[in-house]
Nanobody
Framework: QVQLVESGGGLVQPGGSLRLSCAASGRIFSINSMRWYRQTPGKQREWVAFITSDGRPNYVDSVKGRFTISRDNAKNTVYLQMDSLKPEDTAVYYC???????????????WGQGTQVTVSS
């Protein structure tokens, strides 16, 4: 009933930039917080950035000053602008959203399928 679709990943050189997008679609009544996570092989999924429904952001220390999370509520979309990328940012990036389906529905977590970001020269 709800889909989150990420886009914007790819290969970039160290110091470069990428912009990830995640669009939510389906029977959405309301979206609360939206998040970006990342995961590398053999490691747990790591929270990267978080934005509240009214646009307040928060970041893991390792990306502060380099990444910017934003959202367009009219488009049900969250973005992650990644600048000054480092090899250690290489990972599969996932978006997550807390969504309510219908005015009386419960809030539930939804995940995108992931998009690969590779930072390498």
């Amino acid at each position: 009933q709800v889909q989150l679709v990420e886009s914007g990943g790819g290969l970039v050189q160290p110091g470069g930039s990428l912009r990830l997008s995640c669009a939510a679609s389906g029977r959405i009544f309301s979206i609360n917080s939206m998040r970006w996570y990342r995961q590398t092989p053999g490691k747990q999924r790591e929270w990267v950035a978080f934005i509240t429904s009214d646009g307040r952001p928060n970041y893991v220390d390792s990306v502060k000053g380099r990444f910017t999370i934003s959202r367009d509520n009219a488009k049900n979309t969250v973005y992650l602008q990644m600048d000054s990328l480092k090899p250690e940012d290489t990972a599969v990036y996932y978006c997550n959203a807390v969504i309510r389906i219908g005015a009386l529905g419960a809030w539930s977590d939804y995940w995108g399928q992931g998009t690969q970001v590779t930072v390498s020269s």
